[in-house]
Structures are given as C-alpha cells and as structure tokens.
C-alpha cells in the first residue's frame, strides 16, 4: 500500500497546521527526520525531490536525516538455501536499488555521504524510476565506491542482513501506515503528514523544534508571521 503522507486534501486543515507552527521554538540542537520509504515509489521519488532534498540543503546544519528503505517488501527465506529473498512492489529493480542504499547506510561509515547518496539517488531526477539507473552517477557524486557496495554487500548475503535491518525497523515502527512515512523528532501525526508536503510549513516546523541560537539563515526567512484569510493560507512579506 502506498500512501500520501498528507497530500493536500483540504486548505483548512492546511490552515489550521500552520497555527501549529507558528510561534513554536523548541530547545533542540537539531530536528531529526525519518524517512521510510522504497525506491521505485512515486510519491517518494516526488516528496524526495520537491521537500527533502532542497530543504536539508537549506537546513543542513540543523537536520539529522536517517533513512529507511524497504516500504512495502516482503522477504522470504528459502531454508534449502539458506537465503532470503525479497519481493518489492515496484519489481525487482526495486529490491536491487533498496538494497544498495541499505548496503551504503551499512558501510559507508560518513553520514555527509550517505545522505548526498540517497537524496540523489531519490531525488535528483523527479522521475518514477530514477533511482533504479542513478547508482553510478550518485555514487560518483557523493564520493562513495559503487562498485566495492556492490561486489561486498548487495551480491553477498551481507545485502540480505542490510535489508532485514531495514525490514526489521519498519516493522517496529508502531505508526507505519505506507510510503513515504515521515517522522519529525520521532513523531507523526495528521498535522505532520500534512505540513511535510508544503515546501514553507515543512522548514518553519522543522526550524521551530530548534533553539533559534541553532538556526541557519534559511529558518528565519520561513518563520514569519502567517495570515489566515478564508481558506487561503500565505507568509507576510517582511519590510
């Protein structure tokens, strides 16, 4: 099952997300996203490249992404092998390019890398499949070696226990509904889904559960005050 995590169905709830934000600074030093999610899913190719990758770019110093990528599979164990398979719901390319970013998370030790992988690899390019042909140029990008996660993990049983990590994790999650699944500071909520596809209440969320003394210049563009008219939501320029 795929879910929109708060694709917009209606402006008063948008409106009424936005009084949630406004005004709130919180004391942490920086805010943690999680992110479930699988590789040939659209809405998490379109909520990659449109939310989260521009925005950590502009948060950077005050975000600490970590990533999950299964969504939906399912594994299976053949005993007279010994192994485990995976079925995706987006094909095999899918279970392929999962397991490579969940090879990457497990042994590319620089978080920086990780998530330079990951975010290009998911939202560089705003189309369905991308991130089943971006391994190369990702990789490359983000100065990890391609060819040593793959030949050390992903074609080993070592990608096997990388994906039943992630399997595990989404598994325990108490809240997971369907991909993307995002969790602020190890929360969710309506609200939450619904302000994570609005490109502004998304950072001025995100800014506000840090200590402004945290804040990157970005933060204090976004926390404006709101006007509400109707049902029609907009930031106040500032003179």
């Known amino acids: 099952m795929t879910v929109l995590i708060g694709k917009p169905f209606a402006f008063s709830i948008l409106a009424f997300a936005a009084l949630q934000v406004q005004g709130r600074t919180g004391n942490l030093t920086k805010a943690s996203v999680e992110v479930y999610f699988e590789a040939g899913?659209?809405?998490?190719t379109e909520f990659f490249a449109t939310i989260l990758r521009p925005i950590y770019y502009q948060l950077e110093s005050i975000l600490q992404l970590t990533f999950v990528p299964y969504g939906n599979?399912?594994?299976?164990?053949?005993?007279?092998?010994?192994?485990?398979?995976?079925?995706?719901?987006?094909?095999?390319?899918?279970?392929?390019?999962?397991?490579?970013?969940?090879?990457?998370?497990?042994?590319?030790?620089?978080?920086?890398?990780?998530?330079?992988?990951?975010l290009c690899m998911m939202g560089y390019e705003f189309h369905f499949y991308?991130?089943?042909?971006?391994?190369?140029?990702?990789?490359?990008?983000?100065?990890?070696?391609?060819?040593?996660?793959?030949?050390?993990?992903?074609?080993?049983?070592?990608?096997?226990?990388?994906?039943l990590v992630m399997q595990n994790k989404t598994n325990s999650s108490p809240t997971y509904e369907g991909t993307p699944w995002v969790l602020v500071n190890g929360e969710t909520s309506v609200i939450i889904r619904e302000i994570a596809w609005n490109m502004d209440l998304f950072?001025?969320?995100?800014?506000n559960s840090v200590a402004q003394e945290?804040?990157?210049?970005?933060?204090?563009?976004?926390?404006?005050?709101?006007?509400?008219?109707?049902?029609?939501?907009?930031?106040?320029?500032?003179?």
């Not at 990702?138 to 994906?163: F, H, M, P, R």
């Not at 950072?203 to 800014?207: A, F």
């Not at 804040?215 to 930031?235: D, N």
């Open 214 to 239: 945290f804040w990157p210049p970005e933060c204090f563009k976004v926390t404006q005050p709101l006007i509400s008219r109707g049902s029609e939501v907009w930031f106040q320029e500032q003179d």
């Open 73 to 118: 599979s399912l594994s299976v164990y053949w005993e007279e092998y010994d192994q485990y398979g995976f079925l995706c719901q987006h094909g095999p390319a899918e279970c392929r390019t999962n397991m490579f970013m969940a090879c990457a998370i497990e042994l590319t030790k620089d978080y920086d890398r990780v998530v330079d992988l990951i």
């Open 41 to 44: 899913c659209p809405y998490c």
């Open 203 to 207: 950072k001025m969320y995100l800014c």
């Open 130 to 163: 991308g991130a089943f042909t971006s391994w190369e140029f990702c990789s490359a990008l983000a100065g990890v070696n391609e060819d040593d996660i793959y030949s050390s993990c992903v074609a080993t049983n070592k990608g096997q226990q990388a994906q």
